[in-house]
């Protein structure tokens, strides 16, 4: 018996990049791969890379389960809401429901895509030390968590939600974790990261590149196509049956290491300095100067409250997990990021729809 799987997201950068690597990625033998699409237009897109279209509302728990249940789909990567758990409950009771069906046959396994911030200053995680991916207690250290930022309470028992109803509902869960992710997507949809598009966007709005913290507080970065062979490789294993780690150990850090922000904040600057986007090189800090985190929280369409938030923090979560248990090592080293930021700044300021 074959696994069918569901990918959500595939018109975005992550999500687009995944779909397009699976056709040559080798991978174990499966029956269908599906894609939840929108529109007639991602419909056609979809079906180049060997996916069959979709189309349903995630907000409607029938016809989640009708969806699944008729199409037998036994994994899902879900890549649409790392803020909230207000639909992963939806796919969780379907995939039971599938596991029923089949007997038992299979194990149901449902993937959700969170964020880096999750792990971070910003949401009361550790930051004193390395935060590894395989801590035994990472599921108690999210549960303890008290983030600054209120905004992120959600996203952490959003975390913790899908581990908990996964487990009761004898699904295997699998929290996947993007940083910094940098680099064109292969996709169909959009080809630009968020986070580095942010700066690009605070900066053209306040005409400089402003850090927001204080001192060299450092962060994980991955390049899209290693985030991509993490997803890709975590696939392998569950189509393979190597008994990935899952639930309260199944935390999946994308990162081949940590830059600073300093650091990142420079070499753009210098790109966007010279395409004329600023009017200084040099970085300074701009915490606490209200109408300057105005201006680049205008820039990026959010309050000058939430401006650290977007362009800064500290996190020293750490990545073990992916290259222990699954053999992934990333192509691109930490520093890459800085060294190809003038070609980031360019790629960014091409695909800009603002």
């Known amino acids: 018996m074959s696994h069918n799987i569901l990918l959500t997201g595939v018109s975005g950068y992550l999500g687009g990049s995944l779909l397009a690597a699976l056709p040559r990625a080798n991978l174990p033998a499966y029956k269908n791969l599906f894609a939840l699409v929108r ?17 349903f509302d995630v907000k409607d728990a029938f016809a989640v389960r ?36 089949l007997g038992g046959k299979l194990d149901v396994h449902f993937l959700h895509t969170s964020g880096a911030k999750i792990f971070s200053s910003h949401a009361g995680a550790p930051t004193h030390e390395p935060l590894l991916d395989t801590d035994p207690e990472l599921y108690r250290v999210q549960k303890a968590q008290k983030p600054p930022v209120a905004l992120i309470q959600s996203a952490i028992d959003a975390n913790n939600s899908v581990i908990e109803q996964a487990e009761a509902a004898g699904v295997k869960s699998y929290i996947f974790v993007p940083c910094i992710v940098y680099g064109k997507g292969d996709g169909f949809g959009n080809p630009i990261s968020i986070q580095t598009v942010a700066i690009v966007k605070a900066a053209r709005a306040a005409r400089r590149v402003y850090a927001v913290d204080e001192g060299r507080p450092s962060w994980p970065v991955c390049h899209v196509s290693d985030n991509t062979s993490l997803y890709v490789e975590l696939l392998r294993g569950i189509l393979g049956g190597k008994g990935v780690g899952s639930g309260k150990e199944g935390y ?43 201006k680049m929280g205008e820039g990026m369409g959010c309050g000058p409250e939430l401006v650290g938030l977007m362009l800064g923090g500290k ?31 360019d790629l960014i300021l091409e695909n800009l729809k603002d």
């Open 39 to 55: 529109t007639d237009s991602q419909a056609a897109s979809v079906q180049k890379y060997g996916a069959q279209a979709l189309r």
């Open 66 to 101: 009708q969806a699944l249940v008729t199409n037998e789909i036994t994994i899902v990567f879900f890549l649409i809401d790392a803020l909230r758990a207000e639909t992963q409950g939806h796919f969780i009771s379907a995939l039971a429901e599938v596991k029923a069906k």
């Open 252 to 294: 999946y850090l994308a990162s081949s290491g940590g830059v600073a922000w300093e650091d990142l904040y420079q070499a753009m600057a210098r790109r966007l300095k010279e395409r004329g986007l600023v009017d200084e090189e040099e970085v300074v800090v701009a915490k606490g100067d209200e109408g300057v985190l105005k």
């Open 315 to 345: 996190c020293t979560f750490t990545p073990r997990h992916g290259e222990e248990s699954l053999g992934w090592k990333p192509q691109f080293k930490p520093e890459h990021i800085l060294e190809t930021a003038a070609e980031e700044v």
